[in-house]
């Protein structure tokens, strides 16, 4: 079975300075998706970032973007001059290639950024 | 487009009442998820549907719960009767099926059974 696995249950950064979140899965897959998403305090949550694994270069969604090490399966995540706003829980997740396939969620990192 | 449409946004309950918990997907998305978050436990998935049809429920905590699809633009997730340790995060979310979709998060529903 996959697992996802986010090993900094907290991080914190100062705000404009740069922090990142990581996350190693474990597929015997060679194809799949890789996710980064938020919940903030409202609890919604929000996709930050995709990665497909049949992609060598490294997805960016301007102040966020992603080390994909497929060898590795290592997919980290880096947020560049943190803002306030950026302060709340990330989850990576995983899902295999095909329609009928659900994501699987890391336990989750807590991001609080230091004024 | 609106999102995932998730209602109610708060919902509070006595142990032992009904909760029925409504979700409207995007449109054109033909699987729709229903996750449960807890402090304790996570994000834990409890079932999802494509074209309206219940995939995998055995995420399902017990026969207290149950979700229908009577159509493609409408979710519920009942619990009959509530308990306290019901009390959660209730997310719905959907995508489209084909090709390499990236599912969408509704706001949830924050219940609490007293």
């Known amino acids: 079975a996959q697992t996802v696995t986010q090993s900094q249950p907290e991080m914190s950064v100062q705000e404009a300075e740069t922090v990142t979140l990581s996350c190693t899965y474990d597929t015997s897959e060679s194809d799949y998706y890789l996710f980064w998403y938020k919940q903030p305090p409202s609890r919604q949550m929000i996709l930050v970032i995709r990665q497909e694994a049949y992609k060598q270069q490294n997805a960016t969604e301007n102040r966020f973007s992603v080390n994909f090490q497929k060898a590795a399966k290592s997919f980290s995540l880096k947020i560049s001059d943190s803002q306030l706003g950026d302060a709340a829980m990330y989850f990576c997740?995983?899902?295999?290639?095909?329609?009928?396939?659900?994501?699987?969620f890391g336990k989750g990192t807590l991001l609080t950024v230091n004024p | 487009d609106a999102g995932v449409i998730q209602s109610p946004r708060h919902e509070v309950t006595e142990m032992g009442q009904e909760v029925t918990l409504r979700c409207k997907p995007i449109?054109?998305?033909?699987?729709l998820f229903w996750y449960r978050q807890t402090m304790m436990r996570g994000l834990e998935l409890l079932i999802y549907?494509?074209?309206?049809?219940?995939?995998?429920d055995s995420g399902m905590p017990e026969d207290r719960f149950s979700a229908k699809m009577p159509n493609a633009s409408f979710s519920t997730l009942k619990i009959q009767p509530s308990e306290p340790r019901d009390s959660a995060v209730y997310f719905c979310?959907?995508?489209?099926?084909?090709?390499?979709?990236?599912?969408?998060f509704g706001p949830g529903t924050r219940l609490l059974v007293l």
């Open positions: 997740a995983y899902r295999r290639l095909g329609s009928n396939y659900k994501l699987t």
């Open positions: 979310a959907s995508r489209r099926g084909l090709g390499r979709e990236t599912q969408y």
């Open positions: 549907f494509n074209n309206n049809v219940p995939i995998d």
């Open positions: 449109s054109g998305h033909d699987y």
